[in-house]
Nanobody
Framework: QVQLVESGGGLVQPGGSLRLSCAAS????????IGWFRQVPGKQREGISC????????HYADSVKGRFTIAMDDAKNTVYLQMNSLKPEDTAVYYC???????????????WGQGTQVTVSS
């Protein structure tokens, strides 16, 4: 059973940084993609970043481009999302998800973590 566990969320002031982690277990695919999504109450889940294990290619939504960086540690089966220059509008529950290919469409992902809250506030 594939399991994804997010960690690293919390409260941070505007302009601050956080690093989220997504630890994956029991992924048996030769190649896979890990996507990061976020969701606020009353809104659809938004895809913000994705990385492919085959070539570690990365993708970012315009809303986070230049501020967030996604990276993969194959040895630890962990994907990180470094979030810099955080804004109040980044406040959301952040989820990681696994699938065969990168996508910003939540419905394409088969496996999800439980989510971690990120709050950006002074």
């Amino acid at each position: 059973q594939v399991q994804l566990v997010e960690s690293g969320g919390g409260l941070v002031q505007p302009g601050g940084s956080l690093r989220l982690s997504c630890a994956a277990s029991a992924l048996t695919w030769d190649y896979y993609a890990i996507g990061w999504f976020r969701q606020v109450p009353g809104k659809q889940r938004e895809g913000i970043s994705c990385i492919s294990s085959s070539d570690e290619s990365t993708h970012y939504a315009d809303s986070v481009k230049g501020r967030f960086t996604i990276a993969m540690d194959d040895a630890k089966n962990t994907v990180y999302l470094q979030m810099n220059s955080l804004k109040p509008e980044d406040t959301a529950v952040y989820y990681c998800a696994a699938d065969l290919h990168c996508s910003f469409i939540a419905a394409t992902y088969d496996y999800w973590g439980q989510g971690t809250q990120v709050t950006v506030s002074s």
